[in-house]
């Protein structure tokens, strides 16, 4: 079973560690996995061995809080905001006048109080923006020790406190000056809260486009109960109610009409901005908007089985992945804290034991970098150790991925492609090879006739006797043919005397003479003579289909499954980008190629079996090659599982796109270049993100270590090293 959790309280990636340890070491849980960015755990779980109470107490007892509702909607994440801006706005209220006190006493030597009065009012304000705005931070701390755990706020704790202890430690030991540290509790905190608060405003806007795909679907629907309307909420709907649908309403549930005909946009499924007809008999997406028009409609998928709950699965799921690059990240994660505690300690004491060198090496270190030279003594080993705890920041570790994941998932489903993992991500940036299936991906999927060549009589004429003979036929050929009389608003003939032989052909008698339409071979089976019709390019790959009288041959049908218009395009702009482009097909030899060639691919696979298909991606991947396979029918999922990415067009079959691990939503082959360059530039960010959250510890610590950073700078550079994470992964949005 699968449980996804909504968790408040979590600030690190400390935190979510500890979550997802908690939980993973329940017995019957298999997975878990916790998103700091979504603040979400998803779990998979047996329920015969553990209860979703167990999990949920797992989490509280670590001092975290199970939100009631997964998704934070958009009031709720404003209000959050609301929350952290007044926390920030209240604590730079204290610590500005703090600063009032300590400017005077940093650069002129001055003070606005007499000496005692002037540090423990300092000490005072420090005290109070601990206890109010920063409450939450000392608490989660708490919460955190006594589950025998380390987030950030024990570090950001024993940052301020200690810093908070010097003055009245100063009133024993002289050498400490209580100005110094006084007010650099409120100033930390300010500084923390906000990072905190630009952090919030960052991550809700990396959430936003999942968030607009939740509030997409309606609330209530108007079901038709005994011939009456009947306000029913949304999810206690069930499949097979008739719900009734009214102009400017959206379409509650996935449903096929059974009564009027309507307008719909459909933009959130396709993409096309221009609205749909729909009429009975038609399927009906849930979440779409009537335009125009009434209809009634019997529900066929409800709650998580609809289309707009698979499209929020999909991308869920993709934002709880980890890229494999991740791994080291969360390793160091787990121990960061810890460790850190350690080395705060290792500071305290080499700066008592070894001033001389730590004050060298500082000295060393502020040759190239302008930054102020450390204070002496305890004081020096202070600041040096508050300045260590402060400066560390596992947080920026923990929101390098999932934040990049989550901007980059959004942009997808906004366009129509849906990425299943993260992995998938790291993988394709290797992809050299694109085989493309052809029935569905590069044509239509679909008959159709390109044209008729009359060798006796008119084109009219011989598509109403074609018509007769296939309106009783379930053939494609059939399809193709009526489709093709409908436009022209052709009507079929009464037939008689119907016969079918499958594989060759079909016969009747239209007003009392004996009509057949099939295959060369059938016409020379039926003694008949075809001509010789002189070759056309444009049809090389068209089939071609006869009909004729009891005495001569009619005409010919050309019919063929029709290349996308935007397929050449396509192939030109993946040639462009160095990849080796591959047509694989059932049809013989000179019709793939046909059809390749109009397409522009000049290698091509045919006459390959459904049940071969996954060797052929074997073959490639033997021969060193990363291949990306894109197909949309059920004999496609083994291939595409084979490759090394599949890509799945979505208006294909539902076993094809649980195989792939990139969805096309509308089938629009103008949006694979966009997947490629999406899948790169998502992989891109999160590689830069990572590099920035290493690079910023290994150089931040042994600065604040060495002390030539005073905690104030140090706390600075801390909460802005989550904020650039963030914020860079945002930007990924300016490339789509």
């Known amino acids: 079973m699968q449980l996804q959790i909504g968790i408040d309280g979590m600030h690190c990636a400390s935190c979510s560690a500890n979550v997802e340890k908690s939980v993973s070491a329940l017995p019957g849980v298999s997975k878990a996995h916790v998103n700091l960015a979504l603040e979400e755990a998803m779990v998979e779980f047996d329920e015969r061995k553990v209860d979703e109470d ?45 600063m009032v006190l300590m400017i005077p006493h940093m650069f002129f030597a001055a003070r606005i109080f007499p000496y005692q009065i002037d540090a423990w009012l300092m000490f005072t304000l420090s005290l109070v923006a601990m206890i109010f705005p920063a409450r939450e931070v000392y608490t989660s701390a708490w919460s955190s020790l006594i589950s025998r755990t380390a987030n950030m706020e024990v570090l950001i704790a024993m940052g301020t406190i200690a810093s908070m202890l010097v003055t009245p430690l100063s009133l024993v030991v002289k050498e400490i000056s209580a100005h110094e540290f006084a007010g650099i509790a409120a100033m930390i905190i300010s500084f923390y809260l906000t990072g905190r608060y630009l952090e919030s405003k960052a991550r809700g806007k990396a959430s936003e486009a999942l968030r607009k795909l939740v ?9 038709l109960v005994d011939g009456e309307e009947v306000e029913t909420p949304i999810h206690k709907i069930k499949s097979g109610d008739v719900f009734i649908v009214k102009p400017g309403a959206k379409v509650p549930t996935d449903g096929v009409i059974v009564s009027g005909t309507s307008s719909l946009d459909e933009s959130i499924a396709t993409g096309e901005s221009m609205p749909v007809t729909r009429s009975e008999g038609d399927s009906v997406l849930g979440a779409t908007i009537n335009l125009e028009g009434y209809f009634q409609a019997k529900a066929t998928k409800v709650g998580s089985e609809t289309f707009l709950a698979q499209v929020i699965k999909m991308v869920r799921e993709a934002q709880h992945s980890k890229v494999p690059i991740q791994l080291l990240a969360d390793k160091i994660t787990a121990i960061f804290v810890p460790v850190i505690i350690v080395l705060a300690a290792l500071v305290f004491f080499s700066w008592l034991i070894f001033p001389g060198f730590m004050a060298s090496v500082a000295a060393f270190i502020t040759t190239f970098i302008p930054l102020s030279l450390p204070a002496e003594g305890l004081a020096a080993a202070l600041m040096a150790t508050i300045a260590t705890l402060v400066i560390a920041c596992p947080c920026a570790l923990g929101l390098a991925t999932p934040t990049a994941l989550m901007v980059g998932s959004g942009i997808g489903a906004t366009n129509g492609i849906l990425i299943r993992s993260g992995e998938a991500l790291q993988r394709m940036k290797d992809v050299d090879t694109v085989l493309f299936d052809k029935t569905g991906t590069l044509t239509h999927g679909k008959p159709k006739l390109l044209k008729i060549k009359s060798l006796k009589g ?137 059809i ?36 949309d029918g059920i004999n496609d999922a083994p291939a595409l599982k084979q490759a090394d990415i599949g890509i799945a067009m979505g208006m294909g079959t539902d076993i094809a796109i649980e195989a792939s691990d990139i969805t096309i939503l509308r089938g629009d082959l103008r949006l694979i270049p966009l997947a490629l360059r999406l899948s790169k530039l998502t992989f891109a960010k999160i590689r830069q993100n990572l590099f920035w959250a290493f690079f910023y510890n290994l150089v931040a610590i042994p600065l604040a270590a060495f002390g030539v950073l005073h905690p104030v700078i140090a706390e600075m550079a801390m909460a802005l090293s989550s904020v650039t994470v963030v914020t860079n992964a945002n930007l990924l949005k300016r490339k789509f």
């Open 596 to 631: 390749a060639k109009s397409c522009g691919i000049s290698e091509v696979m045919a006459s390959v079996l459904p049940a071969d298909k996954a060797q052929k991606v074997k073959d490639l991947q033997a021969e060193g090659r990363v291949v990306a396979m894109i197909g």
């Open 54 to 98: 167990k999990i949920y107490k797992s989490i509280t007892a670590l001092g975290f809080k199970v939100r009631e509702s997964l998704h934070l909607g958009e009031d709720e994440q404003i209000a959050k905001m609301h929350i952290a801006r007044r926390h920030m706005t209240f604590s730079w209220i204290i610590t500005g006048i703090v």
């Open 458 to 594: 008119t084109d009219d004429g011989n598509l109403s006797l074609a018509l007769s003979l296939e309106s009783s036929s379930e053939h494609p050929l059939a399809l193709a043919i009526k489709n093709a009389a409908q436009v022209s608003a052709i009507k079929a003939l009464p037939t008689q005397d119907f016969l079918s032989s499958a594989g060759r052909g079909i016969s009747a008698k239209i007003e009392g003479k004996e009509y057949m339409m099939g295959s060369l071979n059938w016409m020379g089976e039926m003694g008949l003579t075809v001509p010789d019709i002189p070759a056309d390019q444009e049809l090389a790959y068209a089939s071609k289909v006869y009909l004729a009288d009891s005495a001569e041959v009619l005409a010919a049908f050309y019919v063929a499954d029709t290349i996308k218009d935007e397929a050449s395009e396509i192939v030109q702009v993946l040639h462009k980008q160095g990849l080796k482009l591959i047509m694989m097909s059932g049809d013989n030899q000179e019709t793939a190629e046909a």
């Open 215 to 223: 509030s997409l679907g309606a609330k209530t629907a108007l079901l």
